[in-house]
Nanobody
């Protein structure tokens, strides 16, 4: 079992920024072979793909709503992945989840991820 912990959520005004951090309990060697994803869930909505980074960090992926505003990167030495969110909008208010993918692609599909964190709340309000 892999423990996944998100941090960095909070409240911010429109146009502001937040950086989310996700740390897993995997040792660095195992983490370095895991792809990582970020999803979010807004009230009354289904879980939505935000971003993902391949195990090699050679490929990153973003949902259309996030391209140009969000950045993802990883630090294998810390078994961590990060999501920098800029120019936040009211509609970005959601619970953001980090997930671990042990194999395969299909980064956009939450069903292909193996372990999930509990989520961190991001609220964009004036």
């Amino acid at each position: 079992q892999v423990h996944v912990q998100e941090n960095g959520g909070g409240s911010v005004q429109p146009g502001g920024s937040l950086k989310l951090t996700c740390t897993t309990s995997e040792f660095t060697t195992a983490f370095s072979t895991s792809s990582m994803g970020w999803f979010r869930q807004r009230p009354g909505k289904e879980r939505e793909f935000v971003s993902a980074i391949s195990w090699s960090a050679g490929n990153v992926y973003f949902g259309d709503s996030f391209k140009g505003r969000f950045t993802i990167w990883r630090d294998n030495s810390k078994s961590s992945v990060y999501l920098q969110m800029n120019n936040l909008k009211f509609e970005d208010t959601a619970v953001y989840y980090c997930a671990v993918k042990k194999q395969g692609s299909a980064y956009y599909n939450p069903d292909t991820y193996d372990y999930w964190g509990q989520g961190t709340q991001v609220t964009v309000s004036s």
